[in-house]
């Protein structure tokens, strides 16, 4: 059959929006006039690097199979590929005939490569490629210095963020069986992805604790997080319903939100932090880059509590609270003067909510080297953040049983000693540049 025979439509490829309500590309695709085809790849490109277990997968799927049934009503189905992009829309352009495509852009260094080739692909064979704002209220340079430069600086960006917000709107267009394609297909199994089901389970996102968040958001023992951030790393909810269903209830969860555009606004505009330091005058920290000392913080066996349940928890569960992340995180570059590198890699490993903006942001924040950093002095005491966080121990005893026992190791290392030695390296590293 030619392309004369077949039927035209819209492709909309899903990739971090997983969602059919309140989803830009999708509405700007029914807009079209055309049928609408809605696609998601499972990139090898990224899948490849991941346990056969992973969580987000099992979790992505799962997101696919309520998509798919919610098109099964409108006698449709999602079209469901695994490879490599360039060359699953090679094979689309075959099979169908595409007149436009629509994708909610993404802001990583990869995501914009691939999206480069896909756009050079379908310009060749007449096809427009449209990318629409979708997973931040601002992007790239929407929220910039008078100068038309980006903030490096958070409070700056954010009083400019909200000097400018004025209340979203939602844009959801109705789906019906006149605007989709008419096709009746399940699923791959996750065994034919490559995958099986992962024991780790993404629990359901409550924004029941946005009331006294900033009462209690920094105790881990309370659990008193949203744990949206799964959700909005995936695209399963819209920022923009998420941001209303808040409004005047916690400035502070507000103010999180916008760190996490902050963060994707630094990576857009400076992608060279994704592996090396946004301030290039610590490029010359000569990190001790300890195997030894790695491993023992990754098991969580650091002999410091406060750090081994954080590490603990993430390796079990695939989350760490906020502040046991900075915690961790300081430990490690400033107590044990471990390249930030090592640990922004094994905490993308295992965080559900893995998302290089902010995980890459708050790295460097704690080591001092990225954009409004915290004071390469500032070292965080495992003791006494232990003490003001957890005062009776419950977050720690829910993870470290043997605590009181000897089989629970000494401090690997005195904090005292720890602190004076990470200062003295910083500081003579900043005198050589």
Known sequence: MSH????????????????????????????????????????????????????????IYKQLRLINASL???NSSLICKKGKPLEIWKGLLNEYNIVSA??????????????????????SNGISLIGTKDQVVFEKL?????????????????????????GVQLYTEPLTKQNLIQRQKTLPELKEIGFFESSI?????????????????????????????????????????????????????????????????????????????????????????????????CKGLTGYPIV???MRELNKTGFMHNRVRMITASFLCKHLLIDWRWGEAYFASKLLDYELASNNGGWQWASGTGCDAAPYFRVFNPTTQQEKFDKKGDY??????????????????????????????YKKALETV
């Open 4 to 59: 004369i025979d077949k039927e035209s439509i819209s492709i909309v490829w899903l990739r971090r929006d997983l969602r059919i309500n309140d989803n830009m590309a999708l509405n700007k695709a029914i807009q079209s006039g055309h049928k609408v085809a809605i696609l998601f790849i499972f990139d090898d490109d990224i899948i490849d690097h991941l346990e056969k277990d992973d969580p987000r997968i099992s979790f």
């Open 72 to 74: 099964n009503a409108n």
């Open 102 to 123: 629509f994708v909610n852009r993404d802001y990583e260094p990869y995501a914009i490569k691939r999206d480069k080739e896909i756009f050079g692909l379908l310009k």
């Open 142 to 166: 929407e929220i910039a210095k008078n100068d038309g430069k980006a903030y490096t600086v958070y409070t700056p960006y954010k009083n400019k963020w909200l000097s400018i917000y004025k």
């Open 201 to 297: 389970k993404v629990p359901n996102y409550n924004l029941s604790k946005v009331d006294n968040y900033s009462q209690y958001r920094d105790y881990p023992a309370l659990e008193h997080t949203s744990r949206l951030s799964v959700y909005l790393r995936f695209g399963t909810v819209s920022i923009r319903e998420i941001i209303k269903s808040i409004e005047g209830k916690s400035e502070h969860f507000l103010n999180e939100l916008i760190w996490r555009e902050f963060y994707m606004q630094i990576l857009y505009n400076f992608p060279y932090v994704v592996t090396e330091n946004f301030r290039a005058k610590y490029n010359h920290i000569p990190w001790r880059n300890n195997d030894k000392d790695f491993d023992k913080w």
């Open 308 to 310: 081994d349940a954080g």
């Open 396 to 425: 720690i005893k829910k993870w470290i049983p043997e605590l009181n026992s000897s089989d629970y190791p000494s401090p690997m290392v005195d904090h005292k000693f720890a602190r004076k030695r990470a200062i003295e390296t």
